[in-house]
């Protein structure tokens, strides 16, 4: 089960690779500064995670102009994670939870996905400034994709 609305957000620092080198992500540096969509999903180099990864990089000014910084974790190693960025030129933040704890930590990690092991679930939040959860959402099934319109409409309420 996904943490609730109202929560306090766990705060995490990953690791991403960047043009610049390997650099860490820690959500609570957005804390007191902007919104943040917090994506989970469940393995690089897979269709729905590529189209999902691809159309938010493609929607990027939505989420920019309503105050949002969009971070979207995996288990997958930040180097997988680098060169599915530059493949399919996916312009986000991607952070590799390798030892998967920020994914337990938001009650999202599966225990098997398909005989591959445990990984993230598809799962949004956005969390305030404040670093308080105000939207949860864990997709019934890997395939799905979360409802981004509810999205909007929750980081407008917060802009």
């Known amino acids: 089960m996904p943490i609730p609305v109202g929560s306090k957000a766990p705060d995490f620092s990953l690791k991403s690779k ?6 860490g992500v820690k959500l609570s540096n957005n804390f ?3 919104n943040t969509l917090l994506l989970f999903f469940p393995l690089a180099f897979t269709g729905v995670c590529t189209k999902e990864m691809c159309d938010i990089t493609s929607g990027l000014n939505a989420y920019q102009s309503l105050g949002a910084d969009v971070i979207a974790i995996s ?12 493949k399919e030129k996916i312009g986000i933040t991607l952070a590799s939870d390798l030892n998967k704890t920020t994914a337990k930590a938001y009650g999202v990690l599966l225990d ?3 005989g591959f092991g445990s ?7 956005v969390i305030d400034k404040a670093g308080v ?3 949860s959402e864990q997709t019934p099934s890997p395939k799905e994709l979360p409802n981004f319109n509810a999205i909007k409409e929750t980081l407008a309420k917060l802009k």
């Open 18 to 23: 960047q043009a610049s080198g390997v650099v």
């Open 133 to 135: 959860v105000r939207y």
């Open 32 to 34: 007191g500064k902007k």
């Open 119 to 125: 990984t993230s679930a598809r799962a949004a939040f």
């Open 112 to 114: 098997d996905l398909l």
């Open 75 to 86: 288990v997958d190693s930040p180097f997988a994670q680098e060169a599915w960025a530059q």
